[in-house]
C-alpha cells in the first residue's frame, strides 16, 4: 500500500481496520468501506466522524454481487 492508493476494505463492518489502512494510507489516499449491513456501516461513519478522517467513503453493498 502506497500513500494515495485506494483501498477497498471488502465486508468492512464496524471499519475495525480502517485505523490500519489509514496509517499506511495517509490522508491523500482513498479508502472506500463497503458492507451490506446498515447497522455496521452506521457504527463505522461514527468512527470516521470520531477520527476526523475526511478520505473515507462507504458503500453499502453485497461484495457477492460485485462483478468484473
Ligand atoms: C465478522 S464481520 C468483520 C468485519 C470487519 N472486516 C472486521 O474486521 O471487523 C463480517 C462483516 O461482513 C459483512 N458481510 C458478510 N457478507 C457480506 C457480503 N456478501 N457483502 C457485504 N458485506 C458482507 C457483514 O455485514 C459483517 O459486517
Same mark, same amino acid.
Not at 490522508?27 to 470520531?50: C, V
Given at each position: 500500500?502506497?500513500?494515495? *492508493?485506494?483501498?477497498? *476494505? !471488502?465486508?468492512? #463492518?464496524? +471499519? %475495525? ?6 496509517? /499506511?494510507? +495517509?490522508?491523500? +489516499?482513498?479508502?472506500? #468501506? %463497503? *458492507?451490506? $449491513?446498515? #447497522?455496521?456501516? $452506521? ?8 477520527? /476526523? ?8 453493498? *453485497?461484495? +457477492? !454481487?460485485? $462483478?468484473?
Amino acid at each position: 500500500m502506497e500513500p494515495r *492508493d485506494t483501498v477497498v *476494505d !471488502m465486508a468492512c #463492518g464496524t +471499519g %475495525l481496520n480502517f485505523a490500519l489502512i489509514e496509517a /499506511g494510507l +495517509g490522508p491523500e +489516499g482513498l479508502l472506500i #468501506g %463497503l *458492507d451490506y $449491513s446498515p #447497522g455496521m456501516l $452506521s457504527k463505522a461513519r461514527r468512527k470516521i466522524e470520531r477520527s /476526523g478522517w475526511r478520505n473515507v467513503r462507504l458503500v453499502q453493498g *453485497d461484495a +457477492g !454481487m460485485i $462483478s468484473e
